[in-house]
């Protein structure tokens, strides 16, 4: 079993839609959950950080966080074309480190 | 915001050869980094974490005699990759912890063996 695991997609959207992607993780002594956006050909680049259950606002994205069924999501409102990329969930192991799922690729259509 | 960066962004070696890539934190002291390999259309594969002033400590089924990693001060680490070979041809990114647990990313070093 993998310890994340996403849906590998593609997820496609229609412009201004909201993007819904899922991760779902197998060590239930996780604490820290983070997901990184990847332009193709470029690093990750973090953008949302959780560590409570619940929801986390920041500008159009939500990151949702749910310790008993071990599910970590992100919400991307108003979803424009510059968002097309791959997101990867990331759980924060011992020695921080941290496990990334393969990651979902997004689509953004006009 | 906390700056990773890595040099060189892409480099061609001869099979045999040995290359160096550095990564270095710009705004901030590092005692650890972590470096990180992905090939074409997989995730990032965690290969070894760096430790200012001690040796690095290795992933299972990661060579460190072929992956010399030195991280000599707070702002440096260097992975070399020995006797590099065709299949070695990856894209290796460097990161750094922040604040909370937040690690941030270099912008990469794409690497091709021929």
């Known amino acids: 079993q993998k310890e994340v695991e996403q849906n590998s997609g593609p997820l496609s959207v229609p412009e201004g839609a909201i993007a819904s992607l899922n991760c779902t993780y197998s060590?239930?002594?996780?604490?820290?959950f983070f997901w990184y956006r990847q332009y193709s050909g470029k690093s990750p680049e973090l953008i949302m950080s959780?560590?409570?259950?619940g929801d986390k606002e920041d500008g159009r994205f939500t990151a949702q966080l749910n310790k008993a069924s071990q599910y970590v999501s992100l919400l991307i409102r108003d979803s424009q074309p510059s968002d097309s990329a791959t997101y990867l969930c990331?759980?924060?192991?011992?020695?921080?480190?941290?496990?990334f799922g393969t990651g979902t690729q997004l689509k953004v259509e006009l | 915001g906390a700056v990773v960066s890595q040099h060189p962004s892409w480099v061609i070696c001869k099979s045999g050869t040995s290359v160096k890539i550095e990564c270095r934190s710009l705004?901030?002291?590092?005692?650890?980094m972590f470096w990180y390999r992905q090939f074409p259309k997989q995730s990032l594969m965690l290969m070894a974490t760096?430790?200012?002033?001690?040796?690095?400590?290795?992933e299972q089924g990661v060579e460190k005699d072929k992956f010399l990693i030195n991280h000599a001060s707070l702002t440096l680490s260097t992975l070399t990759v020995t006797s590099a070979h065709p299949e070695d041809s990856s894209f290796y990114i460097c990161?750094?912890?922040?604040?909370?647990?937040?690690?941030?990313f270099g912008p990469g070093t794409r690497l091709t063996v021929t």
């Open positions: 990331a759980v924060k192991g011992g020695g921080n480190k941290l496990t």
């Open positions: 705004d901030f002291q590092a005692t650890t």
């Open positions: 760096s430790n200012e002033g001690s040796k690095a400590t290795y």
């Open positions: 060590d239930r002594g996780s604490q820290s």
């Open positions: 959780i560590y409570s259950n």
């Open positions: 990161s750094a912890p922040v604040k909370l647990y937040e690690q941030y």
